[in-house]
């Protein structure tokens, strides 16, 4: 499969390139001019229409990494104009599988998070006002306004708090417990979540645009991956004991 991925430059990007690399041809693209690999790159700003578009031709799937948080408009111009430029690239080119990205908190804000337990991804959304959310919120629905009126699926993977596995993790005596957050994940684990979802056939989705929770298994249970480990087939392999059960406090 031939796939445009578009942000690769980013912090999950190296670990999603690393995931597919194998198996799919990658043309990855970044707003970033410098890129140290061996797969095709392009600069391309997702914000640039006609710039998604061109990059788009010829491929099979998009996978959308690119992500702005602070500055007012380049964060409307990436995480909504961005989706809409995705989309469009996707109906221009016949595209049918696209894959988005997003933080937890685009349907689970504030309010979900302090007063809800047992959260899954199909709750109605309530991302806040906060300008990232709210920015990646308004990407998300273009995404479904999108599918619900032409021949693609959208898988939305969320995220929001990334750790180190193995040898790179902190040990429990360097761990601050406070900065331990309920939707955390490994990167390798995140990164696993793209294969599958380029992959699993359409007749397997439930609809045409579907939204995943991507985080380890924690005790809390105060959000679900159920989801995601029943029809993605994906679960995590690290749960991060190391972060959240610590014995000296």
Not at 188 to 212: G, T
Request: with cysteine.
């Amino acid at each position: 499969m031939k796939v445009l991925i578009l942000g690769s430059n980013g912090m999950l990007g190296p670990y999603v390139e690393k995931a597919l690399q194998d198996d799919h041809h990658l043309i990855l693209t970044d707003i970033q001019e410098e890129y140290e690999g061996n797969n095709e790159y392009l600069q391309l700003d997702v914000a640039d229409l006609e710039g998604v578009v061109s990059a788009a031709e010829g491929v099979d799937a998009i996978v959308n990494l690119s992500v702005l948080r602070h500055d007012r408009k380049l964060a409307f111009d990436v995480n909504a104009r961005g989706c809409y430029n995705v989309m469009k690239a996707a109906v221009h080119h016949g595209i049918s599988r696209v894959i988005n990205t997003g933080p937890h908190f685009t349907i689970a804000g504030p309010g979900y998070e302090d007063f809800e337990f047992n959260i899954n991804s199909e709750i109605p959304s309530q991302s806040g006002t906060g300008l990232y959310a709210h920015t990646k919120s308004l990407g998300q629905e273009i995404c479904r306004v999108f599918s619900e009126n032409h021949d693609l699926h959208v898988i939305t993977l969320l995220f929001y708090n990334f750790k180190e596995s193995g040898d790179n993790m902190l040990s429990a005596s360097d761990i601050d417990p406070n900065q331990f957050v309920p939707f955390s994940v490994t990167w390798e684990d995140a990164a696993r979540a793209f294969p599958l979802s380029l992959e699993i056939p359409d007749d397997k989705l439930p609809s045409k645009c579907e939204i995943f929770n991507i985080f380890c298994d924690l005790p809390h249970g105060q959000f679900q991956n159920e989801k995601a480990r029943r029809i993605l087939d994906w679960e995590p392999t690290d749960n991060l004991e190391e972060y959240w059960k610590i014995d000296s406090l």
